[in-house]
Nanobody
Framework: QVQLVESGGGLVQAGGSLRLSCAAS????????MGWFRQSPGNEREFVTS????????RYTDSVKGRFTISRDNAKNTLYLQMNNLKPEDTAVYYC?????????????WGQGTQVTVSS
């Protein structure tokens, strides 16, 4: 079955950086558009960023543009999210998603999530 396993979350001070990884198995990773979504307490899960199956096209929500970078390594079946200049409002559980549609809509497969906490 499809498995998406996120790692790399943690506690960081405002202005710091983290790099999230998502290891995929059980699917032909190189043919899937991928994305990162996040959910903070009391809020719905929201789109953060996506990348096409070739890696040639990316999209970002406005609040992370210029600070976050999505990338993928199809040879390693791994998705990445480099997060720089983190802010307290970035605190959330971050989820990897496979099968993103129309750049912004979540696909059918989710990871278990990784907690990112940014202290002020």
């Amino acid at each position: 079955q499809v498995q998406l396993v996120e790692s790399g979350g943690g506690l960081v001070q405002a202005g710091g950086s983290l790099r999230l990884s998502c290891a995929a198995s059980g699917l032909t990773f190189s043919t899937y558009n991928m994305g990162w979504f996040r959910q903070s307490p009391g809020n719905e899960r929201e789109f953060v960023t996506s990348i096409s199956w070739t890696g040639g096209s990316t999209r970002y929500t406005d609040s992370v543009k210029g600070r976050f970078t999505i990338s993928r390594d199809n040879a390693k079946n791994t998705l990445y999210l480099q997060m720089n200049n983190l802010k307290p409002e970035d605190t959330a559980v971050y989820y990897c998603n496979a099968g993103v549609k129309n750049y912004y809509q979540a696909g059918n497969y989710w990871g278990q999530g990784t907690q990112v906490t940014v202290s002020s």
